[in-house]
């Protein structure tokens, strides 16, 4: 049996409930939405600033234009469709397989592919609010008010910035998802680490709730955490998941 197939065997004989899968940017690259970590050279040439840079906090609140321009032209793919692994998680969800995602992207495409019980550790580029009143709005509105402005800072009808609800560096993330994220890892049986190498903060620390019987890893490269893995699978996640 190649190793796909055991996780395989796992899922399908996992109990009810008993699964939870962990995604990182590598879970969302067959949709098109690319790793803007990962994409190197094309930003020296577009933009003054590293994309690490470009999003956080403080770059932020001192060049809010800036950090827009590359918002929106890096950060938001609204053409994006789930792929088969977003699909068959909702699948798993709704045959009472999988319990949770707990997700590091910030696209929206679990919930876009059914998935209900869903943890974005870094937020979701669907969901704004004016830092002043606390008006919501929704990706379609943010790239109206984006277009309309001058500056390209979207703002609201009483005059302040409308941020997008997406976790920053030097930004804390949210403690409820934090949380939620964490029981759901305590109580999985079988936990699916998937396109992430584990190196953005906090997903390597989240892994050590896992008290489970079956940790299994699905990413392109090594991970810090393949040596505590049961099973690690060096292939894409929409391979992996496309049963
Ligand atoms: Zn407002």
Redesign the pocket.
Known sequence: MTDIETLRTWIRECPKGGMVFFGGAGVSTESGIPDFRSTGGLYSQTYAYPPETMVSRSFFEAHPSEFFDFYFDRMIALDAKPNRAHRKLAELEAAGVCSAVVTQNIDGLHQMAGSKSVFELHGSVHRNF?M????AFDVHQMIELHERADDGVPR?????TVKPDVVLYEEPLDDHVVEGAIRAIANARLLVVAGTSLVVYPAAGLLQYFQGDRLAIVNLSPTSADKHADLCIAAKVGEVFDF
């Open positions: 004016c002043k009143c606390g008006r609201c009808s009483c005059g302040a």
